[in-house]
């Protein structure tokens, strides 16, 4: 069913409307904020409602204080963030429930910003408690989420507060960010354009069963990199060194590959390894899937990149999640890079639609500066990961269906 988008929402004026933004920023010793991608991507749904007249009272999270106040994760410097890049005042208010909060929602004219504190300064946030669903949901008229790297948790800014207010008849909707994330992961899944290419790396299997039991049911190929292919590996009799690879889970790799017979199910074929994980260690590239005793593998090797760049090339839909290898050290970054490179090039050659499903594969292609030459990056890991399972997301249901 498809949800109520921020663009349904008529007669917004004056009214008070509660978003949940994705403000979990890195912040430096200092607590300056030093990526501030997460703030950027709600500008289109912030400026919106500045145009409708609306009074906007922003809610999020940011690290994890575990239910008690920390100054060193306080919101205040998204609020100053916010200010510069939208050129307006943005109020800030040093809590998210309580007197200070109905007085400073109280004072806000059409059109006006307030940008709430921490909610996990709270641990009734993240137990979706009923009395701090309800202190939130008492000061908004409407409820939009524009989080969607926070909508696989049923918390009460995410959760708790949408049944709250859909239950005294107001109406909960996607902002643009999550309508983008619905429309681009969902397409991926319901209606893939073919081939439809998946590639998976990262480190443990177990973290990607369920993805991978799922895409085998839609996706083409599916290329593996990262740790996990070790796992694999040694699943089916190779050699893995010292690489990481989880002996617990053998069975699990052996059941996934019998399910991928008669799939296209790729692994390495050859893996740079290396003795240390560490700038400036000896690497060799491997001459098959074995790697060498006292030895662990770090990347894909030139075999494999080139056999997956030339499946990448036939795709006329990618969905990335997972990098190729150690891809934060430079010398163990190539296979990563070639295959963020490979996606950025059938996206402009061939016009696929190409996703990176957030995490570590957002980091990587930032790195690679291939960021804006994909389709879609998405904001939300865990989130991603959750939506490529089949899995509805608690964040998402609790919206208003159109």
Known sequence: MAKLSIADLKNLRAQRVLMRVDYNVPLDENGAITDEKRIKATLPSIEYLVKTGAKIILCSHLGRPKGKRDPKQSLKPCAVALSKMIN??????????????????????????????????????????????????????????????????????????????????????????????????????????????????????SDKINVIENLLKIADVILIGGAMAYTFRKAQGFKVGGSLCENDKLDLAKSLLEKAKGKKFLLPTDQLQTTKIEVGAPMQITKDPNITDGWQGVDIGPKT???????????????????MGVFEIPDFAKGTFEIAQAVADVTRKNGATTIIGGGDSAKAVKKAKLADKVSFVSTGGGASLEFLEGNELPGVAALSDK
Not at 105 to 110: E, F, G, I, R
Not at 138 to 145: G, L, M, R, S, W
Not at 305 to 323: Q, R, S
Request: hydrophobic share 45%; aromatic share 8%; charged share 25%.
């Open 88 to 205: 307006k005042p943005v109020d800030f208010v040093d809590d998210c429930i309580g007197d200070k909060v109905n007085a400073a929602v109280a004072a806000l004219k059409d059109g006006d910003i307030l940008l709430l504190e921490n909610l996990r300064f709270y641990a009734e946030e993240e137990k979706n408690d009923a009395a701090f669903s309800a202190e939130l949901a008492k000061n908004a008229d409407v409820y939009i989420n524009d989080a969607f790297g926070t909508a696989h948790r049923a918390h009460a800014s995410t959760e708790g507060v949408a049944q709250l207010i859909k239950k005294r008849g107001g109406q909960c909707a996607a902002g643009f960010l999550m309508e983008k994330e619905l429309k681009y992961l969902g397409g991926a899944l319901a209606n893939p354009a073919h081939p439809f290419v998946c590639i998976l790396g990262g480190a443990k299997v």
């Open 305 to 323: 990149i080139e056999e997956y760049k030339k499946v990448i090339a036939t795709a006329k839909m990618i969905v990335w999640n997972g990098p």
